[in-house]
């Protein structure tokens, strides 16, 4: 993988780093960090017949087992978004057993959706996004628990919403709502997976600053909200509907990752997908240790 992105690249994300002199790079070196699990009690879980048989594929891979599985089944995460990035996401999800997925979105099924939201049909035209949503991972697994919320996430409700999840997925596609996500997950140290997507690229990191004392917050990446039309959006821009299922995918192994413990997080990096280059990119995202939002969480306890 390359690991360095041009500094003037269009990209969905604002990305702030040092470039090196006379190359225009952002500097960067490759950490990996290992994965810390969320505090899920898995006590009173025990996973039936049909469950073992079901995700059977899972339960082979020695690196989850019984244990991952039954991690994934008590597990509750919250979903930001039934759209481009939510649709992949949703699916996959219910698809891996996760036991209780919150989806808050508070939009209409659209014609224009259907070219990359998977999770919608010609039909539901009209249907509000988180109805439409259930229908379809209901369809794929129907023992998972869905919870719909039809609201917009904003600032009145983010802290309580959040709150009610062992994690949360950012699959917004603006950035007022990319930093109400962040800030509320920031304070109550959930971990967010986060992703972005602008025409032919996609971008995917994990924060989690509560969990590594090393990994930053969305902030130590993007201290402030663009200006306005400093980044386009999708609508203005255009995206390929495919790369919103390449991200969302990546965002589900991500989760699925983090809630069982498994490989290395993508805390304290961001992965970034070239879909004309063919081609992955990993960047290192240190933390700020003078960020305002997370340069004293480990001294508060």
């Known amino acids: 993988m390359e690991s360095c992105p041009p500094e003037n690249s269009t990209s969905a994300w604002s990305l ?18 290992p994965i810390a699990v969320p505090m899920i009690s898995i006590m009173t879980i025990d996973l039936t017949e049909p469950e073992i048989h079901r995700y059977s594929r899972h339960i082979l891979l020695p690196e989850m087992g019984a244990t991952g599985q039954a991690r994934l089944k008590a597990a509750r995460v919250l979903v930001v978004g039934a759209g481009g990035l939510g649709s992949p996401l949703l699916l996959y999800l219910a698809a891996a057993g996760v036991g209780t997925i919150g989806i808050i979105d508070d939009d209409r099924v659209e014609l224009s959706n259907l070219q990359r939201q998977i999770a919608h049909s010609t039909d539901r035209i009209g249907m509000l996004k988180v109805d439409s949503a259930r229908q379809a991972t209901e369809a794929i697994n129907p023992e998972v628990r869905i919870e719909t919320h039809v609201a917009r996430l904003d600032e009145s409700n983010a802290a309580s919403l959040i709150g009610a999840y062992d994690l949360v997925c950012d699959g917004s596609d603006n950035f007022q709502t990319r930093f109400i996500v962040a800030d509320a997950a920031l304070q109550a ?22 969990l590594d004392p090393e990994g930053p917050c969305y902030r130590c990446l993007t201290p402030e909200i663009p200006p306005r039309g400093a980044v386009p959006s999708c609508a203005e821009a255009g995206i390929l509907g495919a790369v919103t299922g390449v991200l969302g995918s990546l965002q589900a192994t991500e989760v699925i990752k983090e809630l069982c413990g498994m490989g290395e997080s993508l805390s304290g990096r961001l992965l970034i997908w070239e879909a004309l280059a063919g081609r ?21 306890g």
Do not use: K, N
């Not at 702030?16 to 960090?33: D, K, T």
């Not at 960047?283 to 508060?300: A, N, T």
């Open 16 to 33: 702030r780093g040092r470039a090196r002199p006379g190359i225009g790079f952002v500097s960067v070196i490759l950490s990996l960090c």
């Open 189 to 210: 140290r959930r971990t967010l997976v986060s992703a972005a997507v602008l025409r032919f690229e996609g971008q995917l990191s994990t924060f989690r600053p509560h």
């Open 280 to 300: 992955f990119r990993t960047i290192r995202l240190p933390r700020d240790p003078h960020c305002p939002s997370c340069g004293g969480l480990h001294g508060r």
